[in-house]
């Protein structure tokens, strides 16, 4: 069983940077792919970002050049570095981990959530 914690986010203007962080109860961290999802009022969870154990990471094109997802296998975490952010990145971000090997930005190859943090960017 993996517990997922995400902190860090907030209420911020349109420009300013958020850094989300994930931690993890789970003695196994580092073969976890780690994914980050959003899901806005209304709309599916959308695929963000993805990182597998060696650091590899995978983006969706709307946070390209703006997130960066890292980890941190000594301490369980897995952080989204958001610059850049906008209205429409305006979401409750959740964290997820999966021991598939491929399909990461799919959300139905993760088994574990956390329960997600809210991100507010005003215009």
């Known amino acids: 069983q993996v517990q997922l914690v995400e902190s860090g986010g907030g209420l911020v203007q349109a420009g300013d940077s958020l850094r989300l962080s994930c931690a993890a109860s789970v003695r196994t961290f580092s073969v976890y792919t780690m994914g980050w999802f959003r899901q806005a009022p209304g709309k599916e969870r959308e695929f963000v970002a993805a990182i597998v154990w060696s650091g590899g990471s995978t983006y969706d094109d709307s946070v390209k050049g703006r997130f960066t997802i890292s980890r941190d296998n000594a301490r369980n975490t897995v952080y989204l570095q958001m610059n850049s952010l906008k209205p429409e990145d305006t979401a409750v971000y959740y964290c997820?981990?999966?021991?598939?090997?491929?399909?990461?930005?799919?959300?139905?190859?993760?088994?574990?959530w956390g329960q997600g943090t809210q991100v507010t960017v005003s215009s």
């Open positions: 997820a981990a999966t021991l598939t090997r491929g399909g990461w930005n799919n959300r139905y190859e993760y088994d574990y």
